[in-house]
């Protein structure tokens, strides 16, 4: 785990769209209390946004009414929250033991060799990014890979490509 | 009283207080159970796990002291080879990031990480590998300044910002080794308590902006205060050191626990008010604007004195009770009125609802002890009257505007005694420099009734009278402490079966006794 501390500052004020806000409210009466809308409110950003900005923390603590440093947190302590922009197409090859086993290095050297992207960068032109993750949970079809949270099970480098190239 | 119990630690039986975790219980009999998450006022948090115990009842082999609840014929085991072994493990845990630089760290002296290294590890360091480097030096604001790698988690800030001041400007980001104490960017910390959690960090991660690299903890001498800064009178340590050819100086202030009073926290403002006993102090007295001798001074005063008709005298609601006393006396003597006006040193609408008070005087409460009169329109009716006011440390600047001032004392000439200098002693004919209460003993009343005692911690080089001692100049007739004390005990009957010596520390509660009748 590397630090995760540093925030970037887009400059313009953050807010949910008008589909995000409508669902803001609906969860929000899901739960008891309404901290408990950190983590949803922060998944609600990065699938907006792609990742979340120092405003949208500032934005997502005011909105729910708790405090800045608690979305601060949750968002730092939790790897899964991009805390910077990602690829339009965001690429996370599963790095544990089923996974490694299967073959998940051949995908990384692939997309290192062919596409151009080491773990943690994107391609120049912002198509793909790539991070190797912990488990997710699919290892009786491992290898797995997942793009902007698609699940593609049993990968190996020849899907990959046909992968790749429907994803413009 | 709370309800005993009685239990065993390491087979030896104990009584402790009913109701308290571990931790307080058998901490209250001199039993030490080393933890450095746990803080009294903030709960148990369990996240240190160097408080681990074993329990002999058939419980997991470790339980937390701090979430463990003292109970009746608990057996409590403290020194078994494996407590000894996870309290060393737990050192090794949290020493392997720490910087070990206690050589230019403030904390040094009062850490416990350094306290229970010595008492309960004594191992050498066993990493080869270079610890997380993190940030030494961020300004989190309101005087606090981080140090990350110093910090070991605890968690200890977070909860007091969170709990006890509601505005939560600290989290811990990240995790893992890689975890840090940090405000949100733009978001420092802001609120008028938070230099506490430099007290509260048990290492030197928090240090206060103000005290940084002043002085060795070690060099400091102690002594037992009670803040002047507002009605409420927090407990005060106040820790002071004369070095080498100089003058006695207050390095700070740093709260000390009075249940009943403040707890275990003081404002910001408080804290920092040490400041004003060291700096713009008045130290020579003066006849008009020229400096000149105690004696030569003394000398006109009384002359002023006999010569005058009419004295109005004038109390300062931050002088002690003794001060009020000797004060009152001599204002018998000399058949003049006494005032405590003192209206400009409440400040409406500046309190909380914490310990924060509007009045900013420490002793008002005791004028009305005294039955001392403190309104306006009675100190303007005696001025009216008079031809010499004595002034006795009350700072009529802060009541009177300059001109309003000017005009009120027209006819009437000023003795002052001042600690500090301040424009509203511009007017005055003679001005004596008095001690402040940093350098006296005595008792104050606060705003809940509460009489407190504090005690003399600064002994200056050039050292000035007190207002008890230049009230006996006056004429005053109690001349010596134990006749203004007997004195004290007829107004405040609750301190009759007490001396000086003997107030109890956690203060005299007037409301519980008659003494309540004669302030109503």
Redesign the interface.
Known sequence: ?????Q?I?TGEPFQFDKKRDAEFERLAKRYPTRESMILPALWLTQEQEGWVS?EA??YI?DRIG????????AA??YTMYNLHPMGKYHICVCRTLSCWLRGKQEIVDYLRDEVGITPGNQTEDGRFSLEEVECLGHCGTAPVVQINGEFYENMDVEKLKSLLATLK | MADKIKLFVNGEEVEVEAGKNLIDAVGAVGIEIPHLCYHPALGADGNCRMCLVGIEDGRPPLVPACKTRAQEGMKVLLDAKHIKKIQRDVMELELINHPIDCPVCDQAGECKLQDYYMSYDQAESRMTVAPVKKNKKMDFGGGVVHDQERCIICGRCVRFLRQITKTGELGIINRTDVARVNIFPGRPINNRYGINVVDLCPVGAMTSSDFRFKQRVWFLKKALSVCHGCSKGCNLTIDHNKEKNKDDIIYRFRPRLNEQVNGYFICDEGRLSYKLENEDRLTTPKIGTVERDLTDVLASCKNEIEMSTNVTILLSPNASLEQMVAVKALAGKLNASISGFSDGYIITGDGDDYLIQDDKAANRKGLELLGIDTSQQGFEQAIAEADLLINFGNNLGLSYGADALKTLLTDTKTIACATHDSEYLAGAKLTIAVRSYSEYDGCVVNCDNILQKFNKAVTKNNELPTICEIAAEFGGPLTSPAEIFAELQQAAPALKPYQPATIPAEGLNLNDSEAANVTA
Not at chain 1, 1 to 5: N, Q
Not at chain 1, 66 to 73: D, G, N, Q
């Open positions: 785990m590397s630090d995760r501390s925030l500052s120092q923390i500032a603590a708790t405090f800045a440093s608690k979305v601060y947190e730092t302590f």
